[in-house]
C-alpha cells in the first residue's frame, strides 16, 4: 500500500474558520493518516502554545507553523519567495485551505485588496506546488443579498440563484475571486470550490474580526458579572430579527465540509458552491437566544419595546461592553472589544428576515454530517473562557 503523503496547507490559519480547519485536521478528520502533514500559515506571530490546538493526539499529522505571511503586499513573485523561503516542504503541497480576508471600508477597495492576495497566493502556488490537488475557499451569504434589505431572493436560498443585481453584484469580492481561480486553475492538474456559510460560530486565539460569537461571549459574561445570576438580558435586536428563520454554520462543520469535498475532487471540484450550515433545518433567535443566555446563568428573554431603544435606555452590547470592561479585568480576564463590535450590534436589526439555506446540493455530493448548533455555540464560549478571554 502506498504510503500517503498528502499536504495540507491552510492560509489565515488564526482566523475564524482557518483555525478551525487546523483543528480539525490535528485531530485526525475525517480519520487518522488522512494527512502526513499541515502548515499552518499566518500573519501575526502566534505561539504553538498559544494556539490552543490538539497538540499530542496520537497519529495526527506532522504541523508546521509559518508567520510573517502577509499577502497583502507584494507581488505574485515576491509571494513565490516568501513561501519558498519560509515553508518547508512547499514543493510536496496537495490541499489549500484558503481563508484569508481583508477588511477595507471602501467596498472597491475591499475587492481590490482580497483579490489581490488570492492572485499572489495561487500564482506563487502553481510555480512552487506542482503536486497541488484542490484548492477550498469560502464566499459567503452577501452572495445571496442578506446585505440587501429585505434581501433579494426568496428563501430556501440555493447555490444556483444569482447574480444579485449589478449595482451589488460589483461590491462583492466573491465573484471577483472565482474569476482568478477558474483562470488560475485552467489547464492545470488541481481544482477547487467555494464553500458557503451564512453567520459563523467560532473561537480564534488571538483576537477577532467580526466575530458574532466573541462579541456575544463577551457580553453576555459581563453581563452576569454585573446583573448577576438569573438577571433578564434581552435579545439586542428586532421582533423581526428575532422570529427569522436562518441555519447557521459552526467553524467545525465548515472545516469539515473544506476538508471532506478536498477530498472528494469528482463530487466537489471543478468551482462548484456548496451551501453549509450545521443543520439542514432552520431555526430562529427566539429558540436560540435563551439557549445562549442561560449557558451564562441569565435568562434570555424578547427585544424590548423599540422606543425604548431609540431612546437609548438599554445599551448595545458594544456599548455595554466598553461600560464594564474593569468588571473582566478586575478578575484577570483579558476581554477586548471585538473589531467592528459596533457593526455586530446591527445583527439582530439588519438581519430581520428568513433566510436559510437549503442544503440538498451538498448532501446529494455524499457529504451529510450535522451538528448541534446550541452544542456548537456552547464549545466556543468554553473554549473562550478556556483561553481566559471570558469570566469562567
Not at 478586575?330 to 457593526?343: L, T
Request: a negative charge; hydrophobic letters at 40%; glycine letters at 8%.
Amino acid at each position: 500500500m502506498a504510503e500517503n503523503r498528502k499536504h495540507a496547507l491552510v492560509f489565515g490559519a488564526s482566523g475564524l474558520i482557518g483555525w478551525g480547519i487546523i483543528d480539525q485536521l490535528l485531530s485526525n478528520y475525517p480519520s487518522q493518516g488522512a494527512f502526513a502533514k499541515v502548515t499552518a500559515l499566518v500573519n501575526r506571530p502566534l505561539k504553538l502554545q498559544d494556539s490552543f490546538w490538539p497538540l499530542e493526539l496520537a497519529g495526527q499529522p506532522e504541523l508546521q507553523l509559518v508567520d510573517g505571511i502577509n499577502l497583502a503586499d507584494g507581488t505574485v513573485e515576491s509571494t513565490t519567495n516568501l513561501l519558498k523561503a519560509k515553508v518547508k516542504g512547499i514543493e510536496d503541497v496537495t490541499h489549500v485551505f484558503y481563508f484569508v480576508y481583508k477588511y477595507e471600508e471602501k467596498p472597491e477597495d475591499e475587492v481590490r485588496v482580497v483579490c489581490g492576495m488570492l492572485e499572489r497566493a495561487v500564482g506563487a502556488l502553481n510555480q512552487l506546488s506542482p503536486k497541488l490537488e484542490f484548492l477550498v475557499f469560502p464566499s459567503g451569504t452577501k452572495a445571496y443579498g442578506i446585505h440587501v434589505p429585505r434581501g433579494v431572493f426568496k428563501p430556501p436560498y440555493e447555490e444556483s440563484m444569482g447574480p444579485l443585481p449589478d449595482s451589488y453584484q460589483k461590491t462583492l469580492h466573491y465573484p471577483f475571486m472565482r474569476s482568478v481561480l477558474e483562470k488560475a486553475s485552467a489547464d492545470k492538474q488541481w481544482t477547487w470550490c467555494d464553500i458557503r456559510p451564512d453567520a459563523v460560530i467560532g473561537f480564534v486565539p488571538n483576537g477577532s474580526a467580526f466575530n458574532l460569537t466573541a462579541h456575544w461571549a463577551t457580553y453576555l459574561s459581563l453581563y452576569r458579572l454585573v446583573e448577576g445570576e438569573n438577571a433578564k438580558v434581552p435579545f439586542p435586536g428586532s421582533s423581526a430579527g428575532y422570529n427569522s428563520l436562518y441555519n447557521e454554520a459552526s467553524a467545525d462543520i465548515i472545516a469539515k465540509c473544506a476538508i471532506w469535498s478536498s477530498l472528494h475532487p469528482a463530487q466537489s471540484g471543478a468551482g462548484q458552491i456548496f451551501n453549509i450550515a450545521d443543520q439542514a433545518k432552520p431555526q430562529s433567535m427566539r429558540e436560540r437566544w435563551p439557549k445562549l443566555a442561560g449557558y451564562f446563568g441569565l435568562e434570555g428573554i424578547g427585544p424590548i419595546d423599540e422606543e425604548v431603544q431609540r431612546e437609548g435606555k438599554l445599551l448595545k452590547p458594544s456599548e455595554y461592553i466598553i461600560k464594564h470592561q474593569g468588571e473582566a479585568e478586575k478578575r484577570g480576564v483579558k476581554s477586548s472589544p471585538v473589531f467592528k463590535g459596533e457593526f455586530l450590534d446591527s445583527y439582530g436589526y439588519y438581519l430581520d428576515f428568513d433566510r436559510q439555506l437549503s442544503l440538498e446540493k451538498l448532501r446529494k455530493a455524499g457529504f451529510s454530517e450535522e451538528m448541534d448548533p446550541n452544542a456548537s455555540w456552547f464549545k466556543a464560549f468554553e473554549r473562550f473562557k478556556m483561553a481566559g478571554m471570558i469570566a469562567g
